[in-house]
């Protein structure tokens, strides 16, 4: 079997690490069928591909419509290829450049919202982006032998949504890379502080420009929790930069709260940073309105970090009894989760072993496994 993977946003924050860790695990997993990995210009793989099955090809451009619509459905043909993987919610559809088997990840239907509920100030891209979703993931759907996904609730979403046979939507669930276990080295965390100029205990925030990661919130919430914990820490900001930052009012928010000396940025901080943050934080806030994953929990349990997350979409399905539930449209019920786990050693304690047991339900060997099962329904079967 020739089985393509569009791999083009490989590497990268989010779905990226969804697809460098499936293309690394399908082929230490699977030594029989060869494996068509599809790159842009643009994509930078992490680690060096070397299996003997796996041809790595770079398509010519870095237009993603013209990537995806165009010239990768023209080289999956060229290269007779059985099943091709869309691994970011869409598919090619143009008729006729690709008539094989076609399989598709949705990682979630947030594209169903409408733009001015995602950003605050949505770019022209942003614009552009958002209206393509929502033309080309419900074709997607219905176009695709399987669609993959990877909770329960979302499932149901794209039932909901776009009309997906339910028969064809399988969950596969994601996993922490295996980089992210506990650090326990005080050298590397006092670099890590000196770095970022850290000078306090932490709360650590993954942070966005889409609205649903409820930064304006968790930011309200933690000047109240700081000003009844005597100032006593600072929150550090992650996987924001600063181009997004001007999409959004969080630095007049945290302005308006007076937070500057409380607050770091860090924007992208390096894969090896992450896992120590992971590592030296108290605690992980992950206060998401929507999530159809939400892999950062599942890091911060691998790290042994106590995590305080929201109570809906897929979160509670995801975290699985091992993290301290809050209501994320209620300040006040995030400033209660953050003060539980702060003033309890043994809650903390009792998180840490609940977050560690669930991390190791999760495996992307299994991932890669199930995945090449639907590959091969795929090849093996009728018309979807």
């Given amino acids: 079997m020739r089985i393509g993977i569009d791999a083009r946003i490989i590497s990268r924050r989010g779905v990226g690490r969804y697809i460098e860790n499936l293309v690394?695990?399908?082929?230490?997993?699977?030594?029989?069928?060869?494996?068509?990995?599809?790159?842009?210009?643009?994509?930078?793989?992490?680690?060096?591909?070397?299996?003997?099955?796996?041809?790595?090809?770079?398509?010519?451009?870095?237009?993603?419509?013209?990537?995806?619509?165009?010239?990768?459905?023209?080289?999956?043909?060229?290269?007779?290829?059985?099943?091709?993987?869309?691994?970011?919610?869409?598919l090619p559809l143009i008729y006729p450049f690709y008539?094989?088997?076609?399989?598709?990840?949705?990682?979630?239907?947030?594209?169903?919202?409408?733009?001015?509920?995602?950003?605050?100030?949505?770019?022209?891209?942003?614009?552009?982006?958002?209206?393509?979703?929502?033309?080309?993931?419900?074709?997607?759907?219905?176009?695709?032998?399987?669609?993959?996904?990877?909770?329960?609730?979302?499932?149901?979403?794209?039932?909901?949504?776009?009309?997906?046979?339910?028969?064809?939507?399988?969950?596969?669930?994601?996993?922490?890379?295996k980089r992210y276990s506990a650090v326990n080295d005080e050298k590397k965390a006092a670099g890590l502080r000196k770095k970022y100029s850290i000078t306090k205990p932490f709360i650590l925030l993954s942070a966005a420009s889409d609205i649903r990661k409820n930064t304006i919130r968790a930011l309200e919430a933690f000047n109240i929790f700081n000003n009844m914990t005597e100032f006593k820490y600072q929150l550090?900001?992650?996987?924001?930069?600063?181009?997004?930052?001007?999409?959004?009012?969080?630095?007049?928010?945290?302005?308006?709260?007076?937070?500057?000396?409380?607050?770091?940025?860090?924007?992208?901080?390096?894969?090896?940073?992450?896992?120590?943050?992971?590592?030296?934080?108290?605690?992980?806030?992950?206060?998401?309105?929507?999530?159809?994953?939400?892999?950062?929990?599942?890091?911060?349990?691998?790290?042994?970090?106590?995590?305080?997350t929201s109570n809906n979409t897929s979160l509670a399905e995801i975290s699985g009894g091992a993290a301290m539930l809050i209501d994320p449209f209620s300040v006040e019920d995030i400033v209660r989760g953050l003060l539980e786990v702060e003033k309890s050693a043994a809650k903390r304690k009792m998180l840490v072993e609940k977050g560690l047991k669930r991390a190791s339900e999760f495996s992307w060997k299994i991932t890669a496994q199930e995945t090449l099962k639907?590959?091969?329904?795929?090849?093996?079967g009728g018309n979807s």
């Fill in 24 to 90: 690394k695990n399908l082929l230490y997993t699977d030594k029989n069928n060869e494996y068509f990995i599809y790159l842009d210009k643009r994509s930078i793989l992490n680690e060096y591909i070397g299996a003997k099955n796996a041809r790595l090809i770079r398509l010519n451009t870095d237009n993603a419509f013209i990537y995806e619509q165009i010239i990768l459905p023209i080289q999956a043909s060229i290269d007779k290829i059985d099943v091709l993987h869309g691994t970011d919610n869409t």
């Fill in 99 to 177: 008539r094989g088997k076609k399989v598709v990840t949705i990682h979630d239907t947030m594209y169903v919202r409408p733009l001015k509920k995602a950003v605050s100030r949505p770019t022209l891209k942003q614009r552009a982006v958002d209206f393509y979703n929502k033309i080309a993931i419900p074709l997607s759907a219905r176009a695709a032998f399987r669609v993959i996904t990877v909770s329960e609730y979302s499932k149901n979403d794209i039932i909901k949504y776009t009309g997906a046979v339910a028969d064809k939507v399988r969950v596969i669930y994601e996993a922490a890379d």
């Fill in 236 to 308: 550090v900001m992650t996987s924001i930069g600063k181009n997004e930052m001007e999409t959004t009012n969080i630095a007049e928010k945290i302005r308006e709260l007076n937070l500057e000396k409380y607050i770091i940025i860090t924007e992208y901080a390096p894969e090896e940073d992450m896992v120590l943050f992971y590592s030296t934080a108290v605690m992980f806030l992950f206060p998401s309105i929507w999530e159809g994953f939400g892999l950062q929990v599942v890091e911060a349990f691998s790290c042994g970090l106590p995590v305080v």
């Fill in 374 to 380: 639907i590959y091969e329904q795929a090849a093996g």
